[in-house]
Nanobody
Framework: VQLQASGGGLVQPGGSLRLACAASGSSLDSYDIAWFRQAPGKEREFLAAINWRSSTTSYADSVKGRSTISKDNAKNTVLLQMNLLKPEDTAVYYC?????????????????WGQGTLVTVSS
């Protein structure tokens, strides 16, 4: 499966962004899709994940309550809506996929990665 992340950009603190992860090359019916981010000098951090078949979701505490992960079946795309953005949300955001029914928050558990999209939160 190939993943293409998009939707990053410059946003002011308190603003919102919607990131998209478009998948191709395979049906996602048996896949988990997740979003991670990596800030300079920091490890890759799990944000949210969704199981395509069941729509079960999981969120990291750092984004819970201000982010929503969802899927668009028609477009084979997973979306991450992020609200109330903070400067510390500045990072490169990646989507990832794995062929499994059990959600995991570990980056090493994902086999396929998109190229990343940069989100900068600054006034």
């Amino acid at each position: 499966v190939q993943l293409q992340a998009s939707g990053g950009g410059l946003v002011q603190p308190g603003g919102s962004l919607r990131l998209a992860c478009a998948a191709s090359g395979s049906s996602l019916d048996s896949y988990d899709i997740a979003w991670f981010r990596q800030a300079p000098g920091k490890e890759r951090e799990f944000l949210a994940a969704i199981n395509w078949r069941s729509s079960t979701t999981s969120y990291a505490d750092s984004v819970k309550g201000r982010s929503t992960i969802s899927k668009d079946n028609a477009k084979n795309t997973v979306l991450l809506q992020m609200n109330l953005l903070k400067p510390e949300d500045t990072a490169v955001y990646y989507c990832a996929a794995r062929n499994n029914v059990f959600l995991t928050t570990t980056a090493g558990g994902y086999d396929y990665w998109g190229q990343g999209t940069l989100v900068t939160v600054s006034s």
